[in-house]
């Protein structure tokens, strides 16, 4: 099955700076890459996805990256803000036409100092 | 829309029993996973119902079981309950190819 490595586990930055978290997989045959925060207590909620057939998708301060050869995707997030601090997963899916069996990463908790 | 729901949110049981979690899909969504999300961790896939039958499943024993009803809702029953058990369970539902919603979750301790 699918393996999907998450880095770093643990991300401080000052508020403002950027903050870059990185995923790698294992199944060439996953095309959907979705990104969840989590606070904590909370429910896991999507902040942003990619599927294969794009190499980058942009939402305001978050966007992601997918390199399919080199089988990595990464979340950067821009001036970043103290409310930004959670845990954050990504997760790779590989059904194709049909989601719903995510495999998930450790998590990085995510601490934007003011 | 109420989004997912889960019932209930926390949940004590002693290390043998069985419990019973349950989920609600949001409204228009058909297709229900369930994942295992232990303390610092990531959450884990249990299994997947669609059209009232398990669909997908991940490695789990059979101690894990499920159930699917013709308004979408499910069901996850553990029996046997062991310490290692203890977790947040998630329901995620979709529809087709469209994101995966997730519940608040039910907190299961075993004692």
């Known amino acids: 099955g699918e393996n999907v490595e998450q880095h770093p586990s643990t991300l401080s930055v000052q508020e403002g700076d950027s903050a870059v978290i990185k995923c790698t997989y294992s199944d060439s045959a996953s095309n959907y890459f979705p990104w969840y925060k989590q606070e904590l207590g909370k429910r896991p909620q999507l902040i942003i996805d990619i599927r294969s057939n794009v190499g980058e998708k942009k939402d305001q301060r978050i966007a992601v990256t997918l390199n399919k050869t080199a089988k990595h995707f990464s979340l950067h997030i821009t001036e970043t803000q103290p409310e930004d601090s959670a845990v954050y997963f990504c997760?790779?899916?590989?059904?194709?036409?049909?989601?719903?069996?995510?495999?998930f990463g450790r998590g990085t908790q995510l601490t934007v100092w003011p | 829309d109420a989004g997912v729901t889960q019932s209930p949110t926390h949940l004590i049981k002693t290390r043998g029993q069985q419990v019973t979690l349950r989920c609600s899909p949001k409204s228009g969504h058909d297709t229900v996973s369930w994942y295992q999300q232990a303390l610092g961790q990531g959450p884990q896939f249990i299994f997947q119902?669609?059209?009232?039958?398990?669909?997908q499943r991940g490695n789990f024993p059979d101690r894990f079981s499920g159930h699917q009803f013709p308004n979408y809702s499910s069901e996850l029953n553990v029996n046997a309950l062991l310490l290692g058990d203890s977790a947040l369970y998630l329901c995620a539902t979709n529809r087709g190819n469209t994101e995966a919603f997730f519940g608040q979750g039910t907190r299961l301790t075993v004692v």
């Open positions: 997760a790779a899916d590989d059904r194709g036409s049909t989601l719903g069996r995510l495999y």
């Open positions: 119902y669609y059209e009232e039958e398990e669909r």
